[in-house]
């Protein structure tokens, strides 16, 4: 894809067919890349692309990618790519969200093939690939939406699903953009401590503030099947969601979550959504800044790792067309603990997609 880094280096390698340069290839000592996982055939009989497996190549071992999974240079034929958007220009306190994709695909060698707590086995159902990070412009916040409007255009044109590592929660915007030109407007399950509804932020109208604003100026987004689940923390005025509720949105602020299982809430947000397309946001500051502290802007009282797991599963059954975890801050969390859990946070995303097999 044009628009993406097609490698490391920016050019285009050529290599036998039998030598494949992502993690799936370097370590000649394990079995052939197709066969390290062996999930079996897929539905339809084919073999999906499958994590290289560390019960025979070594977790530590390997140019890092997305769950160990083969890198692949565009969307064709996958049915979902994780994709980097390593930027963090849009935020307006702790930066160091550019280090998100990075340190997400570093810690992400944790991950394996199946979830066996839900028994979703995702590399037996549909194929995937990590294809690399967007192509953005650290100095200019506007062309970097742009390049990220364009890149997701190519990826969505192929009919794959994007799982976005983010990056500042600036780009759900132009993600929307090329989502909603697709897809039509979307529902959106918007998981953060903050409603990123600002208007402005020092006068600008792009940044990690304003998404949810410009998308629905825009048409972006079906007001009536947005949900906002974890909202929190002190705010510019009494009413900080009286505008999100305006457009229709339902607001399930912090204190609605306290304490409790998600499960019921999700079951009233799928009534909700229904079978139209869906986009899934998820802020890593939903999360309380006990359990994932390396993020840009901290509000205490979060919700759990259990809580963002449950909404996650929750969303099983709906037309998910793409998602995201944003705003992983590694600088600010040295235990890498925050870029591990937005990697198994991930995982459960690609696990709830519509294809996805249960056994
Ligand atoms: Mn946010």
Same mark, same amino acid.
């Given at each position: 894809m044009f628009s993406l880094c097609r490698n490391f280096s920016g050019v285009r390698r050529a290599f036998p067919p %039998?030598? @494949? *340069?992502?993690?799936?290839? =370097?370590? &000649?000592? +394990? *079995?052939t890349s197709t066969s390290r996982?062996? *999930? !079996?055939?897929g539905a339809s009989g084919q073999r999906y692309n499958a994590p290289v497996s560390a019960e025979v190549v070594?977790?530590? &071992? +390997?140019?890092?990618?997305m769950a160990r999974l083969p890198h692949r240079e565009?969307?064709? !034929? =996958?049915d979902a790519a994780f994709v980097g958007?390593?930027?963090?220009?849009?935020? %307006?306190? @702790?930066?160091?969200? @550019?280090f998100g994709p990075r340190q997400i695909r570093v810690e992400?060698?944790? =991950?394996?093939?199946?979830n066996s707590s839900t028994g979703a086995a995702p590399y037996q159902s549909i194929a995937v690939a990590d294809i690399g990070d967007v192509n953005v412009n650290l100095y200019d916040l506007k062309d970097t939406c742009r390049r990220i409007r364009e890149a997701y255009r190519s990826i969505l044109s192929t009919g794959c699903v994007p799982l976005t590592l983010g990056g500042? #929660?600036?780009i759900a915007y132009p993600i929307l953009q090329a989502v909603a030109e697709r897809h039509g407007p979307v529902g959106l399950v918007h998981v953060d401590a #903050?409603?990123?509804?600002?208007?402005?932020?020092l006068g600008e109208k792009i940044g990690h503030g304003t998404p949810f604003r410009r998308c629905v100026e825009e048409g972006l987004l079906d007001p009536g099947r947005v949900v906002q689940v974890g909202l929190r923390g002190s705010s510019? %005025?009494?009413?900080?969601?009286a505008w999100s509720r305006a457009q229709g949105f339902r607001v399930v602020p912090v204190e609605e979550c306290w304490?409790? %299982?998600l499960a019921p809430l999700m079951a009233e947000v799928r009534a909700q959504m229904g079978g139209a397309p869906v986009y899934l946001s998820f802020d890593i500051?939903? =999360?309380?800044p006990g359990f994932a *502290?390396?993020?840009g802007t901290p509000e205490i009282a979060g919700l759990t790792p259990i809580q963002g797991v449950e909404i996650i599963r929750g969303c099983r059954g709906l037309n998910l067309v793409g998602c995201d975890l944003v705003e992983v801050s590694p600088p600010y969390d040295t235990t890498g603990n925050t870029a591990l859990t937005g990697a198994n946070l991930l995982f459960e995303m690609l696990c709830v997609l519509p294809k996805v097999r249960y056994l």
């Open positions: %039998s030598f @494949r *340069p992502a993690a799936a290839g =370097l370590c &000649s000592q +394990g *079995p996982v062996a *999930p !079996g055939p070594a977790r530590v &071992s +390997g140019i890092p990618t565009t969307a064709d !034929g =996958l958007v390593p930027i963090d220009t849009g935020t %307006s306190n @702790r930066p160091g969200a @550019r992400s060698a944790m =991950l394996r093939a199946f500042d #929660h600036t #903050h409603a990123d509804t600002s208007d402005v932020m510019y %005025s009494a009413d900080a969601y304490f409790r %299982s500051d939903a =999360l309380d *502290p390396g993020t």
